[in-house]
């Protein structure tokens, strides 16, 4: 064997073969542990820091020894990770996990199913069904012997699990899109009438981006004005409905949020459930953030009507406490989905249970282990104490932030999120005219990039209209209680940084902003 030759046969044998413990798994243990052990979100940073610490490089022509990539993590990659299993880190729907996650994560990557086909994920596609059954019963609620007929049905499609709640709630309106105009993915767009789907302006943006690859045009999104406590306004929706009937648009879904991504609000998903119901219109529930709401027996109530949607997203990533990557769609008929069924002859065939015929995605992991994971591990008693405690710690908050006079609330939390700003003393009790909140606007936004950049704590901040302000756009900073393990004492800390960054703030600087 010449040279070249030997040298491929160790490369073989050391990286293919060789499953023994290496440097990379001895050293990857160490730097994960202290990087667990930090107390701050992130090092301080900028921009600037950052592309000096990442430039542009060619592909290493002999690659990395182990120790040398290991060092590149330890230096560069974790110190400006975001830390999002902090305490402090509030600003977002991604948390810490539970302990047994990346035990799983081995088992999920060491297995390499594929789900897309049964001869690459045989047990997987099964598991992946009973788990999918599992979560279908907690919102749909059918009969023990409907679940025996179809949780292995071949015809039948309980739910998908997704790479997230975007591809969930475009998997949702391609059945309805398909459900309204079936010849449309033969022939195109082109030919069909116009279309709208109507959903409520705190929509997820994923909804919009749907229209879009969908064909049906962003522009085609009807968004409906929401009321006081932030649920859409009925009697505009009936108008709205009116109207589109006027016109002779087809109305190809109405959705319904439970669990606004900006406030945490619900809709009121009975009466949406019954609007559809009477005009035929498909009815879609996003619960990305809420759905696991259910999982709690004081507060599954919020949810009532959700049994009644046509489908439902969940994203397994947010509530249900598993990695990211993992969302969820589910059907009350299990025949929905065969609106988007497709078939090819080398996978998916025609007769077999490969899940890859109704998914838009193809070659797809074996995610379900983890909500098995969670499902089995965890329970649903201890999930409904997450809910529970994440939703009592918002409103206790909230609560605290209405007692303040440097700060105002925005939005009560109904659920686990709430919206509120900081007030400079010049706006303290004077009314808060256009002008006024363009300037609150301006300052929250620098208190919110300052208080990210200094990488102790993270609130994050969002944009919406509310009714007390006639609709103009304010921007409030938004604490998500997602995290188990935040404590009151820590909410104490971030306003007082908050206080303490505020006052640095030259104010009069923007004020002509
Ligand atoms: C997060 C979220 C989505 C999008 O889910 P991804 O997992 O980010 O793709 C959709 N709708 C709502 C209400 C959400 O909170």
Known sequence: MNTKGKQIQTFLKTVFKNQKTTVLSKKMEKILRSYMARKNVSKKYNQKDMEQIFPFQSIPNEGYSEREYITELEDKLLPYATNVGVSKFMGHMTSILPNFISNIAILVTSLNQNVVKVETGQSATFYE??????????????????????????????????????????????????????????????????????????????????????????????????????????????????????????????????????????????????????????????????????????????????????????????????????????????????????????????????????????????????????????????????????????????????????????????????????????FRNKPKTKTTNNCLNTFNKILQKKQMEAGYSFVSYTTVSLKKYHKEPIVGLRIVLANPLVEITDLNSIIEEQRQLAEGINFSQYMLV
């Open 129 to 426: 069904r009973q788990a999918i059954a599992m979560l279908h019963e907690l919102l749909y609620n059918h009969k023990k012997d409907f679940y025996n007929k179809h949780i292995h049905h071949i015809d039948s499609t309980l739910g998908i699990v997704t790479s997230g709640g975007t591809i969930a709630n475009i998997t949702a309106l391609q059945c309805a899109r398909n459900r309204t105009y079936p010849q449309i993915e033969k022939k195109g767009v082109y030919n069909e009438g116009e279309g709208v789907v109507i959903c409520s302006e705190l929509g997820h943006y994923s909804i919009k981006k749907a229209m879009g690859i969908l064909g049906l045009g962003s522009q085609n999104l009807i968004t409906v004005p929401t009321d006081d406590s932030n649920k859409i306004d009925i009697e505009v929706l009936k108008e709205t409905i009116q109207k589109c009937q006027k016109k002779k648009l087809k109305i190809i879904a109405l959705i319904g949020v439970a669990g606004s991504t900006e406030c945490g609000s619900i809709d009121p998903l009975d009466t949406l459930a019954e609007i559809a119901d009477t005009h035929n219109i498909y009815f879609h529930v996003d619960a990305a953030w809420g759905g696991p709401i259910k999982l709690s027996d004081t507060y599954a109530h919020l949810l009532k009507g959700i049994e009644k949607a046509d489908s439902i997203t969940i994203d397994g990533h947010k509530q249900l406490y598993l990695p990211m990557g993992i969302g969820l769609i589910f059907f009350r008929n299990p025949q929905t989905a065969k609106l988007i069924e497709k078939q090819s002859e080398y996978i998916i065939r025609k007769n077999s249970i490969d899940l890859g015929k109704r998914t838009i995605e193809g070659s797809r992991p074996a995610h379900s282990f983890y909500l098995q994971a969670g499902l089995k591990l965890i329970g649903k008693q201890k999930y409904g104490w997450l809910i529970e405690k994440g939703i009592e710690k918002a409103n206790t908050m909230a609560l605290y932030i209405k007692t303040l006079e440097d700060f105002e609330l925005l939005t009560f939390p109904e659920t686990n999120i709430f919206l509120y700003r900081y007030i400079p003393e010049i």
